[in-house]
């Protein structure tokens, strides 16, 4: 299914960081399975924000958002990407990638890197799609939990 018109992306340098911060923790539900409060620390809005986006729709609702960095060594690094349940499976996480891929080119990056819970099956599914090879990292967030880190080439 293709993403619906209605809605747009937005970068966050061109909205309050505090503001849409409070908004997403708000709404942290209807975005996510399991309890990220923890992974939306004010430095991914304040002094990253300039490589993240909100999705909108029409009504003004954020539906969708991403949020990342890239680093020194031409890495982007996906933090977060997350599509409000609703709106799922019609193409606003591939929209929101590809704004987030091309800003990361524009910026040098050679590649982009996610890491993701094993058993996030449509994270996973997601990035794979998108062409990402995944690697396990044994106890990466702690002892006993393993994530997986999905990285995709960014040349054209
Ligand atoms: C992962 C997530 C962002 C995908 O967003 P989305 O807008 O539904 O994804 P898209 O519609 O752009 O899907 C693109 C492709 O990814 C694959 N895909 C996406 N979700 C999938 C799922 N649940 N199962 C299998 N494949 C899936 C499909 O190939 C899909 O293409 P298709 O719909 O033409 O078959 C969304 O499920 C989500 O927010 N999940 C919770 C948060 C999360 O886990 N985020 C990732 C951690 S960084």
């Known amino acids: 299914m293709s993403a619906p018109d209605d809605v747009t992306l937005v970068g966050l340098a061109a909205l ?9 923790l708000a709404a942290h539900d209807r975005f996510w399975a399991v309890d990220t409060r ?9 002094q ?7 999705a909108r729709g029409a009504d003004g609702e954020d539906v969708g958002y991403l949020l990342g960095v890239v680093t020194v060594d031409r ?9 409000r ?19 990361a080119r ?12 094993p058993e996030d099956t449509a994270a996973v599914a997601f990035h794979t ?12 967030a702690g002892p006993g ?12």
């Open 38 to 46: 923890p992974l939306h620390h004010p430095v991914w809005f304040d």
């Open 16 to 24: 309050s960081a505090p503001v849409v911060r409070a908004r997403l």
């Open 145 to 156: 939990e393993d994530r997986l880190v999905l990285t995709r080439s960014l040349t054209r």
């Open 106 to 117: 524009n910026t040098g990056a050679r590649v982009v890197q996610t890491v993701t819970r």
């Open 75 to 83: 890495l982007a690094y996906l933090h977060l990407l997350a599509v």
């Open 48 to 54: 990253f924000g300039g490589f993240g986006a909100l």
């Open 129 to 140: 799609a998108l062409g990402a090879s995944a690697h396990r990292a044994q106890d990466r």
């Open 85 to 103: 349940y609703d709106r799922r499976r019609t193409g606003l996480g591939r929209r929101l990638v590809a704004w987030f891929d091309d800003l």
